[in-house]
């Protein structure tokens, strides 16, 4: 099956910094997901992204299909920041998603 | 986007007790869901696809006759943990593919079983 490689593992920064999330994927896919998982366990949602460029307020992501990465960016981090990034991907051969496995961010105030 | 409701969020439950987890898709029919594990620390892991109105998929290492998964209805796909044991103390999550919206895959918000 598809391998999906997050790097990297952990990241601390402090508040106000900028950082950049790394997900290298091992086939083409059809969809890509970046995910944030919170305290309580919850999975927000926070790109759709299989090719292309989004961005929704301090957050961006940027897909290279063709080169099999995305890039997640945090702009001027927050505390609230903090938690686990995961990246998922839907190989262009099946109908599920794959998870890598994630960044754990924490943003010191 | 679409909006998927899980419950319980957690439960605590005796050994060899059975528990029932309920993944509903509130405005969106699906032919099929996917049931998720993730113990801590750790990614998550895909357990089983879920058909409705046929049998359960189950990935390699999966026990089918332990994680019973019922899709009754388009709306509606069950997890049932039997027999449960310590070991299968984890965080459970389920998932819809709304992709035909652009969203991708929705998440239900998870339950935490723990068994002692």
């Known amino acids: 099956g598809i391998q999906v490689e997050q790097s990297p593992p952990d990241l601390i920064l402090q508040e106000g910094a900028n950082s950049t999330l790394r997900c290298n994927f091992s086939?083409?896919?059809?969809?890509l997901q970046w995910f944030h998982q919170n305290p309580w366990g919850q999975l927000i949602n926070l790109f759709y992204?299989?090719?292309g460029t989004k961005q929704n307020g301090r957050l961006s992501a940027t897909t290279v299909a063709t080169e099999r990465y995305s890039l997640l960016y945090i702009s001027s981090s927050q505390t609230t920041d903090s938690g686990v990034y995961f990246c998922?991907?839907?190989?262009?051969?099946?109908?599920?998603?794959?998870f890598g496995e994630g960044t754990q961010l924490t943003v010191n105030p | 986007g679409a909006v998927v409701s899980q419950h319980p969020s957690w439960v605590i439950c005796k050994s060899g007790t059975s528990v029932k987890i309920e993944c509903r898709s509130l405005?969106?029919?699906?032919?099929?869901m996917f049931w998720y594990r993730q113990f801590p620390k750790q990614s998550l892991m895909l357990m089983a696809t879920?058909?409705?109105?046929?049998?359960?998929?189950?990935e390699q290492g999966v026990e089918k006759d332990k994680f019973l998964i019922n899709h009754a209805s388009l709306t509606l796909s069950t997890l049932t943990v039997t027999s449960a044991h310590p070991e299968d103390s984890s965080f459970y999550i389920c998932?819809?593919?709304?992709?035909?919206?652009?969203?991708?895959?929705?998440f239900g918000s998870g339950t935490r079983l723990t068994v002692v």
């Open positions: 998932s819809v593919p709304t992709g035909g919206q652009g969203y991708g895959y929705t």
């Open positions: 086939d083409s896919v059809n969809n």
């Open positions: 992204i299989p090719s």
């Open positions: 998922a991907v839907e190989s262009q051969w099946g109908s599920r998603l794959t």
């Open positions: 405005d969106f029919q699906a032919t099929t």
């Open positions: 879920s058909n409705e109105g046929s049998k359960a998929t189950y």
